[in-house]
């Protein structure tokens, strides 16, 4: 991450965050253990920075990467999450 981080790639790295606070199947008890322990949400947060950053060079170095910015590929990653979402609550009705 380069460039001055944008919105769509602080959304991205806040959505790992909530992924990593309350995994699947996790619950409010996740949630409360990574409010109340002391230094976790720190954790959880440099956690989510490198997974994020990791992942927009993995998309930079692919040699047919049609973006040019940190934000325009985390615009993408983050559409593509919220789609496979709403999938997933369409098959679950």
Do not use: Y
């Not at 769509?8 to 996790?26: D, E, F, Q, S, Y």
């Not at 593509?80 to 369409?90: D, K, M, S």
């Amino acid at each position: 991450m380069n460039e001055k981080m944008g919105p769509n790639v602080r959304k991205l790295i806040c959505h790992h965050m909530a992924t990593i606070a309350v995994p699947p199947n996790g619950g409010m008890a996740d949630a409360l253990k990574a409010l109340t322990t002391p230094g976790r949400l720190t954790e959880i947060a440099k956690e989510s920075t490198e997974w994020v950053r990791q992942a927009l060079e993995v998309v930079k170095s692919a040699p047919n990467n049609p973006f040019s910015s940190d934000e325009e590929i985390a615009g993408e990653i983050l559409r593509r999450v919220e789609e496979r979402l709403r999938q997933r609550r369409i098959s679950s009705k």
